[in-house]
């Protein structure tokens, strides 16, 4: 455990020494900013009703949302997609692995470093962003602390795609592979969407089991319905039927059973990480 | 015939624990028929040595010999194919065991994001050495490797010879029982060559054993107690650089008041020729040069000149090689 928390405490330290942690702040600044704009313009254009502002104001921010989970997504893939190979490919990691340290730890270390620096870039955009619009518009979501989770929980199982990739592959190629997985698994959310608005039984099973898959979509709807006030989802439902067709749209929260479904996930496939690097050759 | 090749190994030896748990007697390495294949390119054909503690064990061979894939073996960064490999009285690669081993790879390389004080601080928590003694731990490696007073410098400021020095800095942290230098003077001016070999003299006067890949012969011709020599992934050769070396002395001879050829008649198993106004006589055995000596003045030579020509272990690795081939 202490070698975990070493490794772990090397890689944070590696990610604020290396300005990653920077990067990610200037990103979030911009986009923050933009938002601002938008939701200035949303409530000080004067072109929409109250009622259609009342409407709009959810809607945006799960759209913006949906930008800073881009983000998060593309950044749990850039930092896990090297850890592993460009480590090996240096020589850093076999002064490392020489050491009294089992692979296991080293590659778990690795992971809690960076989820945590993922944690805190997620809590800390949710809540400059929430803040934000806030103070510009009035308009907070629900349960601002489950959208941090949701969209952290999101970027981990990325980050931890990534990073397993990263053993067996190079960094470019396992960074690519994460973002593509990430941009699949969202199509074939929109892809089930539309299966389940158009009553496709076989569009509808392709989202279904791409969140089974890979959950970052099926995390995706958890962090909107956190997103969403539940009036908005009563009149949203009430409005224009079951919106269960739109990607933006999530009428329930994830299920317990889809939840225990990620723990299992996360344990099976940082399984299959140890198991590739205890075999891998350095 | 070479000198003790090392294809017998008593396996029984890989029993390195006694029946009372110690390990104290274990030799520091202990490989019988050593194995490593990667796909169709074999890099260890059955790689057997002893290397015992406290000595400097140099390991030698041509580029592409399996040298490098056998201290990674042996440090349990690759898997065996098949044999058996012991450090320290544990299997290769063992988790405990690597605490008391310390290691300086070819390819070395560290956080250059880091200071070369905090690279060895981590080393230090990876090796769970107690937080009083980190910061000692850590001057006196630095003082060690000549980078006393760059402790507080980045890594990625570095030369690569400095980096080699935080290497070796890295490997003498926690006062390992045996050390690993691959190719530790790769990266190194002469004067840091000479700082290395101080430093491997060091090692061994407190009784520390070195196991010293390099392909500098000069490098293990000074320093090294022992050598093996590896080619095509197995020892051909291995003994003290004595039983290497001795006995194959070469003696240049300036001689004068005796006529006709002479040398003929020179006792010992070695030959003589004439070069000029010298008569070389090669492969005399060690302590022979008296007996030479005495040959001739009984027959009424003056000698004028004696100056043996030891061969070098260059000559002797490279005609080793050819006897292998």
């Not at chain 1, 938002?35 to 959810?58: I, K, M, N, V, Y």
């Not at chain 1, 319905?225 to 009149?235: A, C, G, H, N, V």
């Not at chain 2, 490098?219 to 039983?243: F, H, K």
Request: charge should be neutral; include cysteine.
């Amino acid at each position: 455990m202490n070698g975990t928390l070493t490794i772990a405490a090397l890689t944070v330290r590696e990610a604020l020494r290396r300005r990653l942690v920077g990067a990610f702040a200037l990103i979030t600044v911009c986009l923050v900013a933009l938002s601002a704009w938008g939701f200035d313009r949303l409530s000080h254009s004067g072109s929409l009703t109250s009622g259609e502002q009342r409407l709009s104001e959810p809607q945006a921010l799960i759209m913006f949302m949906f930008m800073f989970s881009f983000v998060v997504a593309l950044s749990a893939s850039a930092m896990g997609s090297p850890v592993i190979g460009a480590d090996a490919e240096s020589g850093v990691l076999q002064t490392i692995v020489a050491r009294p340290l089992r692979r296991s730890e080293i590659l778990f270390g690795k992971w809690l470093g960076l989820a945590t620096v993922l944690a805190g870039y997620a809590a800390v955009v949710s809540g400059l962003e929430f803040g934000v619009v806030r103070i510009v518009s009035g308009y907070a979501p629900p349960d601002p602390v489950l959208v941090g989770v949701y969209l952290f929980v999101e970027g981990a199982a990325l980050l931890s795609l990534a990073l397993v990739l990263s053993v067996r592959l190079s960094p470019i190629a396992a960074g690519v592979i994460g973002i593509a997985v990430f941009g699949c698994a969202w199509l074939a959310g929109v892809v089930g969407s539309l299966g389940t608005t158009f009553h496709i039984a076989g569009l509808r099973d392709i989202g279904s089991i791409a969140r089974y898959v890979v959950p970052t979509d099926g995390l995706w709807h958890g962090a909107i319905y956190y997103l969403e006030p539940r009036w908005f989802i009563t009149s949203s439902v009430a409005s224009i039927g079951n919106r269960a067709g739109d990607p933006f749209f999530a009428s329930s929260a994830p299920s317990a059973g889809y939840l225990v479904f990620v723990v299992c996930w996360f344990a099976v496939v940082l399984a299959i990480g140890t198991f590739g690097f205890e075999r891998k050759e350095l | 015939m070479l000198p003790n090749r090392s294809a017998e190994v008593d396996s029984t030896a890989l029993r390195a624990v006694d029946s009372s748990g110690s390990e104290s007697r274990s030799p520091a390495i202990h490989t019988v028929g050593l194995r490593k294949q990667f796909r169709a390119t074999v890099a260890l054909r059955g790689l057997s040595m002893t290397v015992e503690r406290g000595e400097v064990f140099g390991f030698l061979g041509p580029n592409g010999a399996g040298k490098t894939t056998a201290v990674k073996l042996l440090l349990g960064l690759v898997r065996r194919t098949g044999g058996e490999a012991m450090v320290l009285g544990a299997p290769a690669g063992d988790l405990e065991t690597r605490r008391r081993i310390g290691y300086l790879p070819e390819l070395f390389r560290y956080q250059g994001w880091l200071t070369a004080e905090e690279v060895l601080l981590y080393h230090c928590r990876f090796l769970e050495l107690e937080r009083a003694r980190r910061s000692g731990a850590v001057r006196e490696a630095l003082s060690i490797v000549g980078l006393a007073g760059r402790g507080p410098d980045k890594v990625a400021t570095f030369s690569k010879g400095m980096q080699q020095r935080l290497g070796l800095g890295v490997a003498l942290l926690g006062n390992p029982e045996l050390v690993v230098f691959d190719e530790p003077t790769s990266a190194l001016d002469p004067v840091g060559r000479h700082d290395v070999r101080e430093i491997i003299r060091g090692l061994r006067a407190r009784g520390t054993t070195v196991f010293l890949n390099t392909h500098l012969l000069d490098e293990a011709e000074q320093v090294c107690d022992r050598v093996a020599v590896v080619d095509q992934g197995q020892v051909v050769a291995t003994g003290s650089l004595a039983e290497l070396l001795g006995g194959r002395a070469t003696v240049r001879l300036r001689v004068e008041g005796l006529e006709g050829m002479w040398w003929r008649d020179l006792p010992g198993p070695g030959s003589a020729n004439p070069e000029g106004a010298w008569v070389v006589v090669r492969d005399v055995p060690s302590g022979g040069v008296p007996d030479l000596v005495r040959h001739i003045v009984e027959r009424g030579g003056c000698v004028q000149a004696v100056v043996p020509e030891h061969e070098s272990l260059e000559e002797r690795f490279l005609e080793i090689l050819k006897e292998h081939e």
